[in-house]
């Protein structure tokens, strides 16, 4: 792959190629990649997935499509486990040890949806995010908890 | 390119919390995000979902990124499998040889994006560098096809006879320029400098 550029239609063949590249990148794009910074100001604990209930049916991508079906998952740090249950109007949840705060449901462009946790450490998110999302609960003592992506 | 101070200089800055360092790799390697999505052929939407997981990766990444001067060939082989996850869970997309030929293949073309990448962006570099008047001949003679000489000579408002000799000349400078100057220093895979005058 030698770009043999002392050869000038080649140099002006490699400069237009150059200078086009750049020009096919949508601004969209590039913009919605310096928007992922903000992921590194969350400084959480992670909560990674433990169980999800479609790894129980032999078929989970039937699972899936049923948004009718309910689906559960588990979310866990070392001092904190999330629990949800994803059911078409909204999303369940349990904090567990329980702490009131606040959880919002975070997309890749930003905050998608928040709400209040309660006493009992449970919470409820309606109606779901229909993209992406990881879940960012901040208890009133202090700690953020974020959960592990999950794709309605 | 290996060692680039300027990719160690942004990382280490964008680890520290510098959202200017972040942004300016991303403008960096965006490119070279996009063409490994083209190389598979993916949707313009694909080709955003797969952007989106590749800087959120590279978020989180960041900190624990030993070898800053290793990033390009992080982001050419992060998009790769972003890809293919996407094909396969989206099959969307015929999975043409992938499937059956797999790690070979892969790396080479993860590769291969990567140097053609640093091309680019050697040439972009050196192209900024140039002359205003530089600038703008070499602009309208890698249009494809380019203007014909008498229109360059209206709009650029220069003699037909000197286009020729600024063309060569602005070519030369473009070879002279430190970008393109470290490029022949690099060796084997640079070119030969200066054998055409």
Known sequence: ?????????????????????????????????KAAFAWRTIDAELAALTY????????ALAIRSESAILRSLTFASDGWTVELELTPDAVL??????EAGVVSARGETGK????????????????????????VCTTTSGTTILTGWITP | MRDDPTVVDLVTRARDGEKNAWDELVERYAPLVFSVCRRYR???????????SVWLRLVEHLPGLREP??????????????????????SRVEPVDLAESPDVPEQAIAEEEVLRHERRTILRTAFAELS?????????????????????SRRLQVPIGSIGPNRARCLTKLRQTPALALLAADGPDGFDQGTRG
């Open chain 1, 1 to 33: 792959m030698n770009p043999d550029w002392n050869d000038d239609e080649k140099l002006i063949d490699a400069l237009r190629d150059a200078l086009a590249s750049s020009d096919e990148v949508p601004t969209a794009f590039v913009d919605a990649g």
């Open chain 1, 52 to 59: 999800d209930s479609a790894w129980d049916s032999l078929d």
């Open chain 1, 112 to 135: 998608l949806a928040t709400t209040d946790i309660d006493d009992l450490g449970f919470f409820v998110l309606h109606p779901p995010p229909n993209v992406p999302y990881r879940l």
């Open chain 2, 132 to 152: 205003r008047r530089c600038q703008l001949l070499l602009a309208l003679l890698i249009q494809d096809p380019p203007p014909p000489y008498d229109e360059i």
């Open chain 1, 93 to 98: 949840g349990q904090l567990d040890p329980p």
């Open chain 2, 42 to 52: 993916l949707a313009p939407p694909d080709i955003d979902d797969v952007g989106q």
């Open chain 2, 69 to 90: 001067a290793a990033l390009p060939g992080w982001i050419a082989t992060t998009t790769q499998r972003e890809c293919f996850r996407l094909i396969r869970s989206t």
